[in-house]
């Protein structure tokens, strides 16, 4: 069988042979992209905490600071509001708890809950990633490597697929 035969056999969506092997390559490579982003970010932090002197907490710790920001929050709503990505955010917690980045505190109504809130320590953190960003931000804009109009595309793009997989989710169980 050639490559011509195939390019016009369906899959089972309609959609042609070559068309779907087009799509899912550009999509693992998207998928691999997304990964290997985040991968970057946590080593720009790293090396920007080095250079400024932090090095007793990690980059997914100071992401988890910076998220926070000013809010008071439980341990399950860092993970429901996406402040929080990882599998051990207990440990990521109590270490930030220890090393004085947050404080915690019981719930009053539910003892079994405890609310988190960033010390000064914490929001010093979460100033420079916030310097780090801005930096960014405008380097992005100063080079022109992304404008306004090219962000929001990507976003946009990137929340579209964000409830795909949320649906997919949800319509396992």
Avoid: C, P
Wanted: no cysteine; glycine share 6%.
């Amino acid at each position: 069988m050639s490559i011509h035969t195939d390019l016009g056999k369906r899959d089972k969506s309609g959609m042609s042979a070559a068309r779907s092997a087009s799509f899912m390559a550009s999509y693992l490579d998207a998928l691999t992209l997304v990964e290997r982003l985040h991968r970057l970010l946590l080593d720009v932090i790293k090396d920007e905490f080095e250079r400024v002197g932090i090095l007793e907490i990690n980059a997914v710790q100071a992401l988890l600071l910076f998220n926070v920001a000013d809010n008071e929050v439980t341990a399950g709503e860092l993970k429901s509001r996406g402040y929080y990505q990882g599998s051990n955010v207990s440990y990521n917690l109590k270490k930030l708890v220890d090393l004085g980045y947050m404080h915690h505190q019981r719930s009053e109504i539910d003892r079994r809950s405890v609310r988190v809130r960033l010390t000064e320590k914490g929001r010093n953190v979460r100033q420079v990633v916030a310097k780090l960003f801005a930096t960014h931000a405008d380097g992005l804009i100063d080079r022109q490597v992304l404008d306004h109009a090219g962000l929001d595309e990507i976003t946009g793009a990137l929340r579209r697929v964000e409830r795909y997989w949320s649906d997919q989710i949800r319509y396992i169980y």
